[in-house]
Structure formats: C-alpha cells, structure tokens
C-alpha cells in the first residue's frame, strides 16, 4: 500500500508584512552598478541575474507564463507577463508584466531604412533572449526596492501627499 506523505512547506516570510518589509528593503550598493548611456549621463541598475536570484529566494514560485514579440522598424519589442506565488503561508498567485526594446543588430554603419537587408545574420538568435531578459528585469522592477524599483528615482521636495495617505516604509 502506498502512502502519500504530506510535505510540510517551509517558508520564507511568516505573514505579508514580513514579505513587503522584503520587498521595500534596498539592496547593498555592492550589487549595484551603473553604465554610461551618453552624453555624460548613467544609468544605475541591478544586474538581470541579482533580481532573478532575489525573485527565486522571495516568491515560493515564479515563471514567465506570456510573451509577446512585435517589430518596430529595426527594434524587437518584448512584453512579459510573470506568475508568482510569494514566499508566506496561504499567498495568493500574483502577475506582472514588464517591457523591453532592443535595436536588431545591423551591420556597421546602417541606418533605420537599411532594415531588414542590413540585419547581422542571426541576429534574432542573440537579441530575442537579451530583450526577453529585459522584459523580465522590468516586470521585477515594478514590484519592490529589493529589485531596483527606486534606483535613480529622487523625491520632488515641492511634492505634497494627502495626509490620509499611506506609504510603505522602507528599511
């Protein structure tokens, strides 16, 4: 006779306070890197493989379950849509999307107009994954500090809120 033996879930977060402290917390700057987009301005981002590391450590579960691809001229458009199940007893499932666009890869020195007849052969091969991964990292974003949400992002000090409304404290 066999036996089904019930699993005991182990989780991370005892309630959904627990889980949204995780969620407002902010990440180490050691995790944090910037790049040069231009014109003497940067960028500050956490890196696609630290957010997706965190989201297998906060969500009980989690997978991208829609994506949608749409050219635009010489730009692959990707939208996301992600399932997931945070990490504390009796979570409901919860989805978010995310977008991304990245320019096709085209021979040097082509313009807008030269595509598709200047497009790098296999170009989509690299460039579908890497905008996938965006829209992914965006979807992240969208849901905490922890994924970078508020990176580069400065309060306005002339910004009033409504003295019955509620912010989030981060830690």
């Not at 460039?127 to 969208?142: D, H, K, M, Q, Y």
């Not at 400065?154 to 910004?159: A, R």
Request: hydrophobic fraction near 35%; aromatic fraction near 8%; charged fraction near 25%.
């Amino acid at each position: 006779m066999n036996k089904i033996m019930e699993q005991k879930v182990n989780y991370k977060f005892k309630n959904r306070d627990e889980y949204l402290a995780a969620l407002d917390s902010v990440m180490p700057d050691t995790y944090i890197q910037t790049r040069d987009i231009g014109g003497g301005k940067t960028h500050t981002y956490l890196p696609q493989a630290i957010k997706e590391a965190i989201a297998d450590d906060i969500f009980h579960s989690w997978n991208v379950v829609d994506e949608n691809y749409t050219l635009i001229a010489n730009e692959l458009l990707c939208t996301v849509k992600l399932i997931f199940m945070p990490n504390y007893p009796e979570a409901d499932e919860v989805y978010c999307t995310g977008t991304a666009a990245i320019p096709i890869q085209m021979d040097s020195g082509s313009n807008v107009m030269d595509f598709p007849e200047k497009k790098k052969k296999n170009a989509l091969e690299y460039n579908a994954p890497a905008v996938r991964t965006e829209a992914i990292g965006s979807a992240l974003n969208t849901l905490g500090n922890i994924f970078g949400r508020n990176l580069g992002r400065k309060l306005n000090k002339d910004q009033t809120l409504a003295n019955d409304f509620k912010i989030r404290k981060h830690v």
